[in-house]
């Protein structure tokens, strides 16, 4: 497991990765559910627990909820209410960026890099926009792609004035 959470959001939060797999798995043994259902916005945590519970041959399906976004495209978060009228307006660049990647991917663009670049201009041109990290990555290793042949997680930390949101997109089936 900690090749899956080294990267993107464990590079950021150390250890936390740990925290969560562990709380989970105590939750998991102690109510012994047929399912849990865990959003698809913050993805490595899904891989996480849909890893753990493969690794400890756990009996219970891991059931993906879709991310939950305003009319505008920006995912919902907690975090939203600490943006200002004008940041949030620069926040859309985010779902902005995921959508670039995957109308390229769409029209047969395999190059990581290619979608990397033009999603790294995208936010780039938001002048209230800090990029931590743009990703393009294994949908199940989380590992950096160079070639988009196999499912992919556009995945991205931005932060938006001193709010720091996380996105994310499936490429591919």
């Known amino acids: ?3 899956v959470t080294r990267r993107l959001e464990g590079a950021e939060r150390p250890g ?19 399912r849990a259902y865990f959003g698809e916005k913050d993805a490595q945590q899904l891989v996480v627990i849909k890893k753990m ?4 041959h756990m009996e219970l ?7 939950v976004r305003e ?31 995957k109308k390229l991917h769409e029209m047969g663009e395999t190059s990581a890099d290619v979608l ?10 938001e002048p209230r926009a800090t990029i931590d990290y743009i990703s393009i990555a294994d949908a199940v290793t989380l590992e ?6 196999r499912p992919a997680l556009a995945s991205l930390a931005v932060r938006i004035g001193k709010t720091r949101l996380i996105d994310n997109i499936t490429l591919g089936p």
């Open 53 to 56: 519970v493969a690794d400890l």
């Open 16 to 34: 936390h990765f740990r925290g969560v797999a562990t709380i989970v798995a105590k939750l998991f043994n102690l109510i012994q559910p047929a």
């Open 116 to 125: 990397r670049m033009e999603m790294t201009e995208l936010i780039q041109s």
């Open 71 to 101: 009319d505008d495209g920006l995912a919902m978060s907690s975090r939203n209410v600490y943006l200002d009228l004008e940041e949030r307006e620069s926040a859309v660049v985010l779902y902005k960026a995921l959508q670039i990647a």
């Open 61 to 67: 399906e891991i059931v993906t909820v879709p991310t």
């Open 1 to 3: 497991m900690e090749n």
């Open 144 to 149: 950096e792609l160079e070639t988009i042949d």
